[in-house]
């Protein structure tokens, strides 16, 4: 699991889980995880956070944060 590269802490980004599931978010670094943001709801539950190991790529969404450094495979 080392030499993993995440996004920073709050980073607006489009991330795919383990099943092949295309999601928009943000990165959480207190929790270890990305949290999908669901258009309906303005909170986080546990049916929407995606633990780092749970994620195999992310890239960021908005064009300013765009570094092909941060755009990983896991």
Do not use: H
């Not at 709801?41 to 546990?46: F, V």
């Amino acid at each position: 699991m080392k030499n993993k590269i995440y996004p920073p802490d709050q980073a607006k980004v489009l991330f795919t889980d383990v099943k092949g599931v295309r999601r928009e978010g943000v990165y959480v670094l207190d929790m270890n995880a990305y949290v999908e943001l669901v258009e309906s709801s303005d909170t986080q539950d546990c049916n929407n956070i995606f633990p780092e190991g749970e994620i195999i790529q992310w890239e960021f969404l908005e064009s300013e944060n765009s570094d092909s450094e941060y755009i990983t495979v896991l």
